[in-house]
């Protein structure tokens, strides 16, 4: 048999994780993570140097912490491994756009297999720096077939978050830039 006493701590105790759940889950909702941390893309000018590859194209956003971002995109054909593609670090490092966005740069970390749509390639990030410039984020991405290759970059300076790189690999897998891509 159940005393009184003891029925109003069980309820006094439910009442408890109640409060804590409501509590809980409405710090969660103000302070966790925001779903609205889309990055959407607006195209600028290429304004990078031209060299043997030319023009591509280019896009800023704002990231999630407020940062702006910086891709720029082009292909270049018959400069990477026709048989193996974008295999390791050295083919990514050989063919990416890193050295447009610095002087001195150095990766931060091992490079990684990547697709852009159905094309396969590798990513790597980087930190380059100028003395224009100060110190930048920088993640190279490069995916190729047939001899052609889909070089993009990603500019920061802060470091590139997760959902930027997700929707600069839409961008680049989408039907508008595959068929630019495919005229060059």
Do not use: Y
């Amino acid at each position: 048999m159940t005393t009184p006493q003891a029925r109003s701590r069980s309820r006094h105790a439910a009442i408890v994780v109640v409060a804590l759940a409501i509590i809980a889950t409405t710090a969660a909702a103000h302070f966790g993570p925001r779903s609205d941390r889309s990055v959407t893309w607006a195209e600028t000018a290429w304004k990078m140097p031209l060299d043997n590859w030319g023009e591509g194209r280019a896009w800023s956003a704002t990231g999630p912490g407020g940062a702006t971002i910086k891709l720029f995109a082009r292909t270049k054909t018959g400069f990477c491994n026709c048989f193996n593609g974008i295999a390791d670090d050295v083919e990514i490092d050989r063919i990416g756009d890193v050295d447009l966005h610095g002087d001195n740069f150095v990766p931060t970390a091992p490079g990684k297999v990547t697709s852009v749509g159905d094309l396969v390639g590798r990513e790597r990030a980087f930190q380059t720096s100028n003395r224009w410039t100060g110190t930048r984020h920088v993640l190279s991405i490069v995916a190729a077939t047939d001899c052609k290759a889909v070089v993009a970059t990603l500019v920061s300076d802060q470091a590139i978050p997760p959902e930027a790189e997700a929707a600069a690999v839409a961008l680049l897998a989408g039907e508008t830039f595959r068929r630019w891509a495919a005229d060059q």
